[in-house]
Structures are given as C-alpha cells and as structure tokens.
C-alpha cells in the first residue's frame, strides 16, 4: 500500500512538474504575451525591434516546447532579452478620467495553469512600468486612435507563420482597442481559442480570406466590414437578376424591372414576391451567409447582404415567387451588371411641404447639406411639425440643426474613448449639443428611422430626442454608434468601431439599436401597393395630435 502511495505521489509531481500543453495553449498563450509585450513594453512600443519577426520566432520555437516549465522559460528569457524597464513615476499618477473597464482583462497573466507565479510578477510589472506618450503602433488624431507602422504580406496565402501573424495582429486589435469587445456574442477569448485551429488549417488564398472574414464577422459590429473582391465572388457572384426590390417579412418585392443590352425581355413583374431562390428561403440565405457578415444584429445583417441575394455565378436562378395569389417557380437568366441597364431616378427634393397649408414640412437628411440647414429651415419653420427622415446616412448637420430646433444645451450622449497610455482601458465623457435659444422650433419634431439609420444617423436621432416635441417612428436603428477606425489586415481594408456611444445614463445603444417611440415596418402588401407606411404612420401621429 505505502509503495502503491508513493508511486502515485511520485506520477503526481512528475506530471505537474512537465504539465504538458496543447498546441492551441501554446499558441493562445503567444497571442497574449506577444500583443501584451506590443502595446505594454517600453521598447516594443519604441519600435525598438521587428516585432513581426519576433513573433515568426517564437512560433518556430514553440514546436519544441511541450510543457508548461519550458514555455515559462521561453516567455522569461524573451522578456529578458528586451531591455530593462525603468520604474515609471507616471504610470502612478492619478487621473481625474473616468474609466470604463468593462473591456478591460488582463486576468490571463493570473493563470496559473499555464503561467509560474515568477512570470505573471513579469507581465505585471510591464503593466504598471508601461509604455507612455509616443507609441510606434499607436497614432492619435482627435478623439480617435489609429494603427500605424504595420508590415504587409499582401492577401494570398503564404505560410502558417504569416496567418497567425494576422489573427494575433487582429484579435489584439480587438482586445485593446475595440469599445464593445464585452457585447460579443462569443467571449473574444474563445474566439481566440477557436480560430487558431482555423487559421493552422489554411493552405490557398480562398480559405485565407475567409477566414479573416469570420474573424471580422466576430465582433458583431454592423460597422465593421472586410473589403475582399475574392470572397465577395465566392459568397455572392459577378451576374445578378436585373430587377430591384425592397425586403419585408422575409421576402423580397419587386419594385423596379431594369433593361439589359440584350433587349431581353424580364420574366418578372413589379410587385413580384420571391420567398425562395435555389430552394433557399430568404432567412435561410441571410443566415448561410452570416458566418462572414459582421453586423450588430439581425436586422443589420439582413441589412448588409439583402442587396446581393439576386447574384449568382451561374447563368441563371431559380425563384419562387407569388403573383396574384399564385406561387410561381421560374428560371430567370443573371447578367453581368455591366450589361443591365439602370433608368437614373429623378432626384428627391431636399425639403418640402408635404400639404397645401404647408404645416408639414418634409426634409431628407440624406441629402440636406451642411450649409443648407439655415436655408431649409427659413422655409419650414412656420410649419407645425417638420418631418426629418434619418432612414439615411446624413451629412454632418447636427450641429445646426440643434442650435436652432433644440430650446437650450444638454447632454445627449456619453461617449467612451480608448486610452492608449493604458490599452484596453476606455475613459467616459458627456456630450453636449444645442445652445440656449428662446427662438426654438415650437412644433412637433418627428424622426423616421429604421435598420439603414447607423452611427452619425443615430446620434443625429440622439440629438433629436433632446427636442421637448420629438416622436420617434420607424423600426430600431442599426445598433452601431461610435466613429470608426480604418486599417488593413492582410492588405485588405477593413475596420470597426473606434469608440463608444450611450445615452447620457449610460444605457447601450450598440447591438441594440435606438428604440422607436412608435413602431412601425414596412410590409409587403405596403411595398406592392407602393406605399411608404413609415411616412403614413408619421402623417396619422400628426393628425391625432393636432
């Protein structure tokens, strides 16, 4: 018995004395340390060194390390060899900032299972000796960051060395610098964890890209897009059906037939409704495509592919539709765009009435100019609701447009910028908007909003809100607030959110949307009757309320 005792002593201390660890541990714990050391080490963030290169290193020197003794001693003589770090007085200063730190973690230098107490006391003083002021990596512009300084190794597949360069590269992108990393609908953590068996597996230019999209698609940020000719091919085609049409309840209706060089004549009729295209519902398309498709949600997404579920690689699709209450199945041949031709759309007047007695005024903020708005609203202000339809992008009029509709100053969002002298920490601050101006716009204030009403629009709608006669009416916005932060990955352009927006409370406008006061959707007996049921809702809210 005492001999059996001793031997299951002596396997215990063995084994926990060589802990033998997973690729994926090894590789994870790389990710971290690697971006830790980049944003964190004094030297690193000097660009004292090649940083890609460092990394290329140790990925090599990983394939011999099997436990956890021998990767602890890798990460300490690589720490080692980067200089010492002075004691930083700075670092220690207090700030009157206001920390957010939901996405603020670096709890993995506390894991014991795959790091020794001697390292993590390493990682910690590199945390509280930090890299302040200048940063190679880091540039700041405004309120923004921005990254800098980063090699390229273009778009096609190299090597496995170079596709864990660009998901290291990107996660820790993410895990400093990304606002609403928390809101993810998977722990970026085990994003991590998942994709680097992916990103090990690729071997052609194809799988490459894709990847990358997923991993963009991750961040489940309606902002966030990953510019690719390649993958755009593969997941949508180069030929479409020559038809337009808008998206309600699932369906697509037809709503314009466009010619082709061919003088082919169209199967189609407008007020067609296709529910099904290559025996593929239109949910059932919207989620195959998903996997690549970053959006705060699911109308977001819906959003962003509803425009290429008529494009194909083949010569034709099939498509089921209703027609006069029939289902109708036809085989309908795609064009090339080149070869469809488009009748231009006269445009829309920026600002109107929109009755005799002009006490409705009309404006389209997608096309209303900065320098328009002191024009626009000489004409309408004597209306007793203006109607400013947001289910658009706007062109940087909230400001005055707030200084003459809005009664006096106030807070209308609270906005979470990255701290880029302590990455992965974001620091809170009020926004106000308006002056106080007793020649305030008296009538009823309506916005129309809907899934197209994203970042600038959403806050423009904040902006609204502020007015004591404000009605919102539509369905909820796209759920993506913040400015953006451009770059490339892989050579390819890309981007995500770069800092946060709330309601002044703090409450969440990302993923979420901003709720309507009054919902309403369009629908398809509404589109087949050419009907616009936001507008018409807004026109009955008036007239009950006069």
Known sequence: ?????????????????????????????????????????????????NWDQQLFKKINELERINDKAALNNLY??????????????ECLQETDKAYFLKNFDLSWMDNSYIFTSALSQKLHYIENNRNMGNHYYIGKGGRKIFF????????????????????????????????????????????????????????NDKDYQLALAELVAKTDDSHAYLFSSLISLHLYGNKKLP??????????????????????????????????????TI????????????????????????????????DSLSVRLERNGQNIEIKAKTYFVKDIIVKKVPLSQKWKFLDEEKKIGYVNMGILAKDEVNEMYKDLQS???????????????????????????????????????????????????????????????????????QSQAETTTMMFKQHPKAKVIGSNTSG??????????????????????????????QRIGIIPDILIKPSVEGIKNGKDEVLERALLYIKNKN
């Open 76 to 89: 300490s003589n690589w720490i080692a060899s980067l200089g010492k770090i002075n004691e930083c007085t």
């Open 1 to 49: 018995m005492r001999k059996y005792s001793l031997f299951i002593f002596l396997f215990l201390s063995l084994h926990f004395s060589a802990q033998v660890l997973s690729e994926n541990q090894k590789l994870e714990s790389l990710c971290r340390v690697w971006g830790f050391l980049k944003y964190y080490h004094p030297h690193v963030a000097k660009g004292n060194l």
């Open 480 to 509: 993506a607030n913040g400015d953006i932060i451009k770059f490339k990955i892989a050579d390819l352009d890309t981007c995500f959110t770069g800092l946060g927006a709330y309601y002044p409370d703090g409450r969440e406008t």
């Open 148 to 203: 800098r300084n980063e090699n390229s190794y273009g778009s096609q597949f190299t090597s496995k060395q170079v596709n864990l360069l660009e998901l290291f590269r990107y996660w820790n992108y993410v895990e400093y610098f990304f606002p609403y990393k928390y809101e993810t609908d998977q722990n970026w953590n085990d994003t991590l964890t998942e994709m680097i068996p992916t990103f090990l597996n690729i071997n």
């Open 243 to 280: 038809v337009e049409y808008s998206y309600a309840e699932g369906k697509l209706v037809i709503t314009k037939i466009n010619g082709n060089r061919f003088h082919e004549e169209s199967p189609f009729y407008i007020g067609d409704v296709i529910y099904d295209v290559n025996g593929k």
């Open 383 to 453: 209306s007793e609701s203006i109607i400013f339809d947001l289910r658009n992008y706007p062109k940087l009029t909230i400001i005055p447009l707030s200084e003459l509709l809005l009664p006096q100053s106030s807070v209308y969002y609270q906005f979470n910028f990255p701290e880029p002298n302590y990455p992965g920490k974001f620091y809170s601050r009020k926004n106000n908007i308006g002056v106080k101006n007793p020649d305030y716009y008296k009538g009823n204030v309506i916005v129309l909003v809907d899934e197209n009403t």
């Open 283 to 314: 949910p059932q398309m919207v989620n195959s495509l998903g996997t690549y498709i970053p959006a705060s949600n699911s109308w977001g997404k819906v959003n962003k592919v509803k425009s290429k579920l008529l494009f194909s690689n083949n």
